[in-house]
């Protein structure tokens, strides 16, 4: 049976086993409808969310813990460092939620590389070539919009089931002031230390609480943001 290309679903199938290409065609539009920059961030997420799949989501009793983890990870570095805390609430995020609440992040970081890379290839073209495609670039601005979404999306959902916090790549992802950190990875990689989940945590929290610091308070190390 042929495998659909990615973004499509087996539907429509005709009696050979191969996708209908009408139904395909349709999906195609669909897909390009949403799309208004160089990255198609519905395919992104779709991407994304099939490696993710189902997450436990997160409890009352995760907000707490990681409430409490990052208090105290505060008032271990307050005597340590001159840069007050950097933050102002805290959230427990599922690996869903981290999809969703660094989003705006990831598009100020993708975006213009996504963009740089489809005007290079424009520009590669001889003139005359350009102007005979001319109808035609804008169609391939979003073949390439799909292409980007689909890698970016895989990128971000393997990302998803690693990090532990907001932080974790070095740059600040979620919004200004929220220590975030992700429950149940937290608990896949206490699982396989011999040291108490609560103590990994905290390791964690330290993390997420000192690059808080840092962000909010030296702003030349993230995108500044005004007040």
């Known amino acids: 049976m042929t495998v659909p290309p990615f973004g499509f679903q087996p539907s429509g199938d005709d009696e050979s086993g191969t996708p209908d290409l009408g139904a395909m065609l349709h999906q195609l539009g669909d897909l390009m409808s949403g799309q208004t920059g160089p990255v198609n961030w519905q395919v992104a997420r779709q991407a994304a969310m099939e490696i993710i799949g189902a997450d436990t989501g997160t409890t009352s009793s995760d907000n707490d813990e990681v409430a409490e983890a990052l208090r105290l990870a505060d008032i271990w570095l307050d005597p340590t460092t001159t840069l007050p805390s950097g933050v102002t609430s805290t ?6 939620r981290w ?35 001319g109808p035609l670039m804008g169609l391939m601005g979003q073949v390439g919009g799909l292409i980007f979404g ?11 089931t690693e990090v532990l916090g907001s932080t974790d790549i070095g740059v600040p992802l979620g919004p200004d002031g929220v220590g975030a950190l992700l429950p149940e990875s937290i608990r896949d990689l206490g699982g396989g230390l011999d040291v108490p989940l609560d103590q990994v945590r905290l390791f964690v929290a330290l993390r997420e609480a000192a690059h808080h610091r840092l962000f909010r308070h030296v702003p030349w190390l993230g995108p500044h943001r005004p007040e």
Not at 102 to 127: F, I
Request: glycine share 12%.
């Open 91 to 96: 959230e427990a995020w599922s690996r869903r």
């Open 99 to 133: 999809l969703e609440a660094t989003r705006p992040a990831w598009t100020d970081l993708v975006e213009p590389v996504a963009a740089h890379v489809a005007g290079s290839m424009g520009g590669a073209l001889p003139e005359e070539m350009r102007a005979m495609a």
């Open 150 to 160: 689909g890698q970016v999306g895989q990128a971000l959902g393997t990302l998803a």
